[in-house]
């Protein structure tokens, strides 16, 4: 992971220290809406085990937990992104949440048996890897079947990959269940999504 991505965190953890803002929403609000929505409509239960791979802040998770989810890790490669997302957990005392430092790549081996995984965005850092992204992508998928038990979710936001290369990316071992509805743009006069939200079945 770049240097950059430590520094924002850093950057955004003082910034927390000093006023209490958790900083940046990957996607926005909506997007945890969304993924929490579509949990709440499944039926997900509560004790089910998630995985949210490059937690950042933790927003999220803390968000799942106010929603009545009781097992909750959150994982991000970054040092101060855990310390920010532990300060957040604090902040809004949210305990049934574990943060942990760890590269995502190369997963340790505890981290397996989960029911759910969500990312907001790490495939797509994952994907813009300057040194061989194609090689991280493939070893993100194998990560991903490492720590998601059979027939558990994968939630991904992306807003670098349409659905159809997603459908690509994730074809080994993963079924597609739906496409959750995104905000569309207009650029030019053509409509498009800049952000593509799936729901995956692990086989």
């Known amino acids: 992971l770049s240097p950059s ?12 220290r000093d006023g209490g803002d958790a900083g940046e929403i990957w996607f926005g609000e909506e997007s945890i809406a969304r993924l929490i929505r579509w949990m709440e409509k499944h039926k997900i239960p509560h ?6 791979i490059g937690t950042g802040n933790g927003v999220l998770l803390v968000e799942l937990a106010k929603s009545g989810y009781t097992n909750l890790t959150g994982i991000d490669y970054s040092p101060s992104a855990i310390q920010l997302s532990e300060q957040v957990k604090e902040k809004e005392g949210t305990s049934n949440i574990k943060f942990q430092v760890e590269d995502f790549l190369a997963p340790s081996a505890e981290l397996s048996g989960f029911e759910i995984c969500i990312d907001k965005g790490t495939f797509d850092a994952v994907s813009l890897n300057p040194e ?25 936001t992306s807003c670098n990959w349409t659905k159809e290369e997603l459908l690509s990316e994730f074809r080994e071992g993963f079924e597609i269940l739906e496409e959750l509805p995104t905000p569309k743009f207009c650029f030019g006069g053509r ?11 692990r086989k």
């Open 5 to 16: 991505w430590e520094a924002a965190y850093e950057r955004e953890l003082r910034s927390f």
């Open 47 to 52: 004790d089910s085990s998630v995985l949210d």
């Open 132 to 156: 061989d992204a194609a090689g991280k992508r493939k070893q993100y998928v194998r990560s991903l079947c490492s720590v998601l038990k059979p027939g558990g979710f994968f939630l991904i």
């Open 191 to 201: 409509i498009g999504n800049s952000v593509t939200a799936l729901v995956f079945q």
